[in-house]
Antibody, heavy 122, light 109 residues
Framework: QLQLQESGPGLVKPSETLSLTCTVS??????????WGWIRQPPGKGLEWIGS???????YYNPSLKSRVTISVDTSKNQFSLKLSSVTAADTAVYYC??????????????WGQGTMVTVSS | DIQMTQSPSSLSASVGDRVTITCQAS??????LNWYQQKPGKAPKLLIY???NLETGVPSRFSGSGSGTDFTFTISSLQPEDIATYYC???????????FGQGTKLEIK
């Protein structure tokens, strides 16, 4: 059974870079039908897609965050990572990693990690 | 960018009631629309994909319909375990991106 687990610091200082890793277990990150993504949710608010990556390294990002986001993949470790630079309090959120199934025109986040809370504060 | 308008933002219903949530896209998105359930403190769970297809293992009381700009999510008979926030999500390919609706918080009356 495929599982995803986020890891990384729970507290980041303003202007610094937020770094998180998602470890995929129970399956390969190199499966051809799947992309992998990051989604975040500020406290008490809705969901915001951050960006997605294919195992080949191909990426696409939310235009509103694109200038600050880098997503990378390490197939040898079955992991993908998120870096968000120049963070402010507005970046405080629960960050989820998720599997994105892409079959034809179907794009759906079908398996999610449990999420990790990241607070931006000095 | 395609905007998604989900309504209502909150809903109170009784056990056994039929519950309906709508999601409207600012332009035609064909059937590129998914529905998720999020219980408090938990990650979202995919319920419906491609507007009307039930994800494996999801109870049949959940259903979705619609295409183009107007979509509906229905719980045919509300159960206590259905208390959650529900989100629609669309896929746009120009540019490639994903947008979630604002969410509907469902409570038991």
């Amino acid at each position: 059974q495929l599982q995803l687990q986020e890891s990384g610091p729970g507290l980041v200082k303003p202007s610094e870079t937020l770094s998180l890793t998602c470890t995929v277990s129970g399956g390969s990150i190199s499966s051809s039908s799947y992309y992998w993504g990051w989604i975040r949710q500020p406290p008490g608010k809705g969901l915001e897609w951050i960006g997605s990556i294919y195992y080949s390294g191909s990426t696409y990002y939310n235009p509103s965050l694109k200038s600050r986001v880098t997503i990378s993949v390490d197939t040898s470790k079955n992991q993908f990572s998120l870096k968000l630079s120049s963070v402010t309090a507005a970046d405080t959120a629960v960050y989820y990693c998720a599997r994105l199934i892409v079959v034809g025109a179907r794009h759906a986040f079908d398996i999610w990690g449990q999420g990790t809370m990241v607070t931006v504060s000095s | 960018d395609i905007q998604m308008t989900q309504s209502p933002s909150s809903l109170s219903a009784s056990v056994g009631d039929r519950v309906t949530i709508t999601c409207q896209a600012s332009q035609d998105i064909s059937n590129y629309l998914n529905w998720y359930q999020q219980k408090p403190g938990k990650a979202p769970k995919l319920l419906i994909y491609d507007a009307s297809n039930l994800e494996t293992g999801v109870p049949s009381r959940f259903s979705g319909s619609g295409s183009g700009t107007d979509f509906t999510f229905t719980i045919s008979s509300l159960q206590p375990e259905d208390i959650a926030t529900y989100y629609c999500q669309q896929y746009d390919n120009l540019p490639s991106m994903y947008t979630f609706g604002q969410g509907t918080k469902l409570e038991i009356k």
